[in-house]
């Protein structure tokens, strides 16, 4: 346990000092949070006038809504800051840059992840602000009792680790193919925004698809079906949790075994 | 220090296929077009030499590199670093070794270069008193502090070089890997560089082995040469003996004022040779070990009246080039 202690060590000193060094810029920090807050909130505007004017979809309110695209933007937050890199893959696969990291003698994702670090005040200033919304609403009509936004932060980590697991297992695919920024359009980007709806609006086979083989669903609709809606039961968290813990083992491996096809570049 | 075993290194791509939907065809084509970089490569490195890695552009010196430290498994053949096998025990192996690619840095490129070395020490488990005094030492023999808290990024090439060489060192592995660390550097940085790693070797006993495209970094600072072409290995030996074999040809360029009498040679070849001759101009090869410059001066002044004259060293593209012949 001890290396795993020098290494949040090592971690904190990245963050302290890329914080530090991003202070430099204090003007260009606080706008472009300002900006990206901004930007995704009048996003979520758009749909919100929509639900508005249809007083919600398919019995979900606009507070409930609102807590399918909080949690989501809040888990893709927390999966984003710690672990932007494995996102970036590409870019050490193209650049041969990949090389370094295996002389290094950490676990290669372990060194892959201190190699930046993103501070995204912007997506958490949005995120925290729907969801301090849309629980207020729901507490407010009675929807929900405060249990839901004591497991709220749980459900926002096991999403984390979800969407860590969805967009390292894409990076890995990147050992045979190099280019993966279209892939992860698909499997990153397009997933999460479709369900940032509640799944029910979509065909049967959609709704599945998002459940079972890229499994967003499992980071904000079905541990909202229970702790939003009231429906099916407690099981959920227990699944939710173990749907996490299986992609995460899935998608360590995964790579374990992409890294073995690992191909360097010319010189 | 560094075993290598019949090493061996294919590289398979797809075949690239013409016509309609050749790249989704090639994406799920079968066909491979096999490149073999390295070829049955085996020597063994002892502590304390100081190895140059020569050979032409695509030769498999980066290849061979890049297997010896971990980064590529070997098609087939074994490597050893202190007899610890590099693939099956990475971490292990790589904590005792450094490795510094020229084209580019191992430092955080946003961050001063004083960070790069703390997430380092951390990394390879540095106590802070020997990081400290590791870098005092460093930054005197590679003048460290003028560029202390500069991003990286704003380094120039020279000073990269040595923040770079200096991280290698962090940890103090005895054994230090380095791919054209002199690439694109001036005369003066080369010299800067060079005094660090003579040191390195000399006083605190550090295995090194190079590759370079530049001659003068093999004759300054290696007592041992390897040359490597199309993939095998063609030459192992001390510099001496390379620069023996193949007899270093210095090139001369003569200009005559009103056109030469070039006699006819009795012995062409081994002492000197005509490679061109343009209107008044003649280029000429001679081996300068077998006959002095004054003598040859001498013995071109015979042929006409000399208006110009330089003497090239020996180019090394040429003399690799050459040796693999």
Redesign the interface.
């Known amino acids: 346990m001890n290396s795993f202690q020098t290494w949040i060590h090592m971690y904190l000193l990245l963050i302290r000092t890329t914080v530090r060094s991003r202070m430099q810029y204090k003007f260009n920090f606080v706008i472009g949070s300002f900006l990206a807050a901004f930007i995704q909130i009048s996003e979520f505007l758009m749909v919100a006038i929509v639900l508005a004017r249809f007083g919600g979809i398919r019995g979900w309110s606009i507070h409930e809504v609102g807590y399918l695209v909080a949690v989501m933007t809040l888990s893709k937050t927390l999966y984003r800051t710690i672990a932007d890199e494995v996102h970036h893959l590409e870019k050490y696969l193209v650049s041969g840059d990949f090389d370094q990291l295996l002389t290094r003698p950490l676990p290669v994702l372990l060194a892959l992840m201190p190699q930046s670090f993103r501070i995204m005040i912007g997506e958490v200033m949005q995120g925290g602000f729907i969801l301090c919304w849309s629980l207020a609403g729901m507490l407010q009509a009675g929807s929900i009792g405060w249990p839901t936004v004591w497991w709220t932060p749980f459900i926002i980590l096991t999403g984390a680790i979800i969407l860590f697991s969805i967009g390292l297992a894409t990076a890995t695919i990147g050992f045979w193919t190099t280019r993966i920024s279209e892939l992860q359009t698909s499997t990153e980007d397009a997933a999460r925004s479709a369900a940032q709806y509640p799944l029910a609006i979509y065909p049967k086979w959609l709704a599945s698809f998002l459940l079972y083989a890229i499994p967003v669903g499992f980071v904000n609709y079905l541990p909202s079906l229970y702790l939003v809606k009231g429906e099916l039961g407690a099981w959920v968290l227990a699944v939710t949790t173990a749907m996490a813990l299986v992609c995460l083992a899935a998608a360590l491996r995964f790579w374990q075994f992409g890294i073995t096809k690992y191909q360097s570049t010319g010189s | 220090m560094i075993e290598a075993r019949h090493l061996c290194k294919e ?1 398979k791509t797809p075949a690239v296929k013409g016509g309609r939907f050749s790249g989704v065809r090639t994406l799920f084509s079968r066909e491979y077009r096999v490149k073999e970089a390295v070829r049955d490569i085996s020597f063994q490195v002892l502590p304390g030499e100081f190895v140059g890695y020569i050979g032409p ?1 695509g030769a498999g010196k ?1 290849t061979t590199i ?1 297997m010896l ?5 070997p098609s087939s053949g074994e490597v050893r670093i202190r007899g610890l096998n590099p693939h099956r025990e ?3 192996a ?2 005792q ?1 450094g ?1 510094v ?1 020229g ?2 840095s ?1 430092l ?1 490129w ?3 270069v004083k ?1 790069s070395y ?2 380092l020490a ?4 540095v106590p802070a008193e020997l990081k400290k005094q590791r870098l005092e030492r460093f930054a005197e023999l590679l003048n460290l502090p003028e560029f202390w808290d500069t ?1 990286v990024r704003k380094l120039s090439l020279g000073q990269r070089m040595r923040a770079d060489l200096a991280a290698a060192m962090l940890h103090d592995p005895d054994l230090l890997f380095l791919d054209e660390p002199t690439i694109g550097l001036d005369v003066h940085a080369k010299q800067g560089i060079r005094e660090f790693l003579r040191q390195l070797n000399k006083e605190y006993g550090k295995t090194i082995l190079l590759t370079t495209h530049d001659m003068d970094d093999i004759e300054q600072l290696c007592s041992r040469v390897m040359v490597i072409n199309h993939g095998a290995l063609s030459y192992d030996g001390t510099v001496a003996e390379l620069r023996e074999r193949i007899g270093l040809p210095a090139v001369i360029t003569v200009t005559y004022r009103g056109g030469c009498q070039i006699p006819v040679l009795e012995q062409p070849g081994p002492v000197y040779r005509i490679v061109s001759a343009e209107g008044e101009t003649l280029r000429i090869e001679a081996d300068l070990r077998a006959m002095g410059v004054m003598e040859l001066i001498k013995e071109l002044g015979t042929w006409g009246e000399i208006a110009d004259l330089s003497i090239e060293g020996p180019d090394f593209e040429e003399v690799v080039r050459r040796f693999s012949e």
């Open positions: 590289f552009n980066s890049k430290t971990g980064i590529l498994h990475r971490r292990k790589v904590q070794l490795v690619f084209q580019r191992q955080w946003d961050l001063p960070v703390d997430i951390h990394m390879y488990r991003p």
